[in-house]
Nanobody
């Protein structure tokens, strides 16, 4: 079955960096676009970044600060987050669409001094 497992979240000061990872299994990883979403308390879930073959797309709010990448040998997608801001605080979710949406359990990112 499809599984997505995120890791790498934590508490970081404004201006700091984190790298999130999402380990995927149960499908042909290299054949599918992968997404990172986030959801802050009281807000709707929003698409942060997508990596396809070979394109990448980013939300305007993270362009120039976040980078999405993938390692098809490791079935893993990454989100490198630099110059973090308090408004980046959210639960971050890995997503794949294979006939329907699949989600990981999420990893919390908190940006605070």
């Amino acid at each position: 079955q499809v599984q997505l497992v995120e890791s790498g979240g934590g508490l970081v000061q404004p201006g700091g960096s984190l790298r999130l990872s999402c380990a995927a299994s149960g499908f042909t990883f290299s054949s599918y676009a992968m997404n990172w979403y986030r959801q802050a308390p009281g807000k709707e879930r929003e698409l942060v970044a997508t990596i396809g073959r070979p394109y990448t797309n980013y939300a305007d709010s993270v362009k120039g600060r976040f980078t999405i990448s993938r390692d098809n040998r490791k079935n893993t997608v990454y989100l490198q987050m630099n110059s973090l801001k308090p408004e980046d605080t959210a639960m971050y979710y890995c997503n794949a669409y294979l006939m329907r949406d699949y989600w990981g359990q999420g990893t919390q990112v908190t940006v605070s001094s």
